[in-house]
């Protein structure tokens, strides 16, 4: 049974630092497109982060040089390192993993990945 885990949402105040964890079991985080995402109320889930199977990395523009999706293949999770957040990043993360097989053309699109967790909440006071 594949299952993927987010932790370490919290209420941070604007110009703070929080760094998400995504634990995986039943998948392989280092064999697949493996995505952070955010939603926020009333708006669409927007992609995050990303990392392929080869290390290559994507980014959405909002977060380029703030935000920093890694891996630990020994722990088999996935993280992101936040930074110098804003109200704006509030929103529920969520972690999601693509089928090993599946040729993704769009990393940053929801539509791209498979397995879901439920996700954790990030609150940014302005």
């Known amino acids: 049974q594949v299952q993927v885990a987010e932790s370490g949402g919290d209420l941070v105040q604007a110009g703070g630092s929080l760094k998400l964890s995504c634990t995986a079991s039943?998948?392989?985080?280092?064999?697949?497109?493996m995505g952070w995402f955010r939603q926020a109320p009333e708006k669409e889930r927007e992609g995050i982060a990303s990392i392929d199977r080869d290390s290559k990395i994507d980014y959405a523009d909002a977060v380029k040089g703030r935000f920093t999706i890694s891996r630990d293949n020994a722990k088999n999770t996935l993280y992101l390192q936040m930074n110098s957040l804003n109200a704006e990043d509030s929103g529920v993360y969520l972690c999601?993993?693509?089928?090993?097989?599946?040729?993704?053309?769009?990393?940053?699109?929801?539509?791209?990945?498979?397995?879901w967790g439920q996700g954790t909440q990030v609150s940014v006071s302005s």
């Open positions: 999601a993993a693509a089928f090993a097989s599946r040729w993704v053309n769009n990393p940053l699109a929801p539509t791209e990945y498979d397995y």
């Open positions: 039943g998948v392989t985080v280092d064999t697949r497109f």
